[in-house]
């Protein structure tokens, strides 16, 4: 009688204690960053990715580490002053900064021997080893970067940068997303391609672009790829991203709400745990 009295005191507390806490830190560049910083989109966004999973799964507690405009590189650097905290989930959102900055990919070596940050399988490394430290039974998430198409900030036109239709420094942004998937298979980690997977296109980052048709000196909207080869003019031109232009992504790169939306997809069907 005792027994049974004491298994059901468990089970009710067990019970009453509800799901078991979940504490997520997203690390990550502006993508992650944005979240929460709507009011730096132009409050094109209302809920990134991070808003969006723990709006359907409140056992989850979400900390926001995004870096705006860093690099896997800059991260790794850092990663022992910047204050993570113990984690029982850690996603790592990297990878676009470096692409971009012209930084190498590496090789699968630079990992297996920890060559350190100067590539981004070095870089994985080093934040991955980092995170195990941390708590070596955290389950850790990786996610590739997205396609990109021509970005321009919103807040200063002369910050901006063409899309992944070319190459930067001899690479093309699928290595970086290929890198990404190696280091999945290599750990036996869960990969969300955002790249390959989540539906996010050249086509479809944006409706159009709004350019000044040299030949006619006047303004219209060129979809992709027809934009390609139409100059902007940061100093002169107009805002080529309306809101009528608003697609997967506000501004050609950042996404959308519903561009966040397929992100939160994507990264939950690797959590098994929330299932």
């Known amino acids: 009688m005792k027994k049974t009295f004491a298994v059901l005191i468990i089970l009710i507390t ?3 204690a509800g799901p078991r806490k979940i504490t997520w830190v997203a690390i990550g560049d502006s993508i992650t960053y ?3 910083h ?7 966004i209302t809920k990134g990715y991070m808003t969006l999973i723990t709006e359907k799964h409140p056992q989850v507690r979400y900390i926001n580490h995004g870096h705006n405009g860093w690099t896997a590189g800059r991260i790794a650097e850092k990663i022992g002053e910047l204050g993570v905290p113990k984690a029982d989930v850690y996603t790592i959102f990297l990878g676009t900064n470096d692409w971009w900055s012209g930084r190498p990919v590496g090789t699968p070596a630079d990992y297996k021997d920890n060559t350190g940050p100067a590539t981004l399988y070095g870089s994985f490394r080093v934040i991955i080893d980092h995170l195990r430290q941390l708590n ?9 970067p997205l396609q990109r198409g ?18 930067k420094n001899g690479q093309h ?32 980052m944006v409706k159009f672009k709004y350019l000044k048709d040299t030949a006619k000196q006047a303004y219209r909207n060129f979809p992709y790829p027809a934009y390609i080869d139409i100059p902007f003019q940061p100093e002169t031109d107009e805002y080529p991203y309306p809101e009528a232009a608003i697609d997967m992504t506000y501004d050609g790169l950042h996404p959308s709400d519903k561009g966040y939306a397929l992100i939160a997809g994507q990264i939950t069907r690797k959590w098994k745990r929330l299932r």
């Open 150 to 167: 021509d970005f321009v900030y919103i807040n200063n036109f002369k910050n901006n940068a063409y899309g992944s239709y070319r190459e």
């Open 136 to 144: 070596k039974k955290a389950r850790l998430i990786l996610v590739t």
């Open 38 to 44: 709507p009011d730096e989109t132009g409050n094109r």
């Open 14 to 16: 067990t019970i009453s």
């Open 34 to 36: 944005l979240n929460d």
């Open 173 to 204: 942004l699928e290595q970086f997303a290929n890198a990404i998937l190696d280091i999945g298979k290599l750990e036996k980690i869960p990969v969300a391609d955002l790249y390959h997977d989540s539906g996010i296109t050249l086509e479809n």
